[in-house]
């Protein structure tokens, strides 16, 4: 099986499109979403529409996701992150934000190779950045593939079958295989589609190859000031506009 596997779209309908036109030239069968589809960009209906319209495998939801919905409270997100997620609850159509509200929380398995989450294996809101999470993750790990998001930055890990532990790469790279090995446990960030913050603008996200055994980190360029107008004509905070020509 040939899976797309999509992150942090955050409503930048841009970035996903430009992201599934190159995806289409590499090839893929079935679709993975690794949650926050809005919040921050001014296209939330549009990429929900969008994803629905691809019938993924599987969508888990984001912390964005669930306070877009009405599901968690803005309060533990900062101002510029708050007044996103108001302006993304209204804006949402009764049918998307009832989608949002139906999407399941990770950690799920998809197959004997693969499991997804959004923030961590242990915790769907926690964030892997140093080494002390990523060991915890990878030992919470069910699967020899764990796929998360959350932190915007593309990683990769693994652990040998004897607890030795490679940070393979984390933040920005052109184009990045990482050959899997079913013995052993990986944890892989594909990055953000809609808002990169490893200081490369260009969208990011991945395509795991089960039967060659292989996952891609694929970056692709797409129109950053036409997202970030849009950003700013809704009204939206200019800080997320400006931030996505940044990759921050
Ligand atoms: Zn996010």
Known sequence: MRYLVLSDIHANIDALDAVLSDAASEGYERVLVLGDLVGYGAEPNLVIER????????????????????????????PTAQRAANWTRSALTEQNREYLRSLIAGPLVVDSLT????????????YIFGEGDVVEALMASIRPLCLFGHTHMPMAASLSPDRTLDLIFHGPRDRQTIAIQTTWRYLVNPGSVGQPRDGDPRAAYAVWDTDAAAITIIRVEYPVVQASDRIIEAGLPQILGQRLSLGR
């Open 51 to 78: 994803v629905r319209a691809l019938e993924p495998a599987a969508v888990i939801r984001g912390n964005h996701d669930k306070v877009a919905a009405g599901l968690e409270s803005a309060e533990g997100f900062n």
């Open 115 to 126: 499991l997804l989450c959004h923030g961590s294996p242990i915790d769907e809101d926690n």
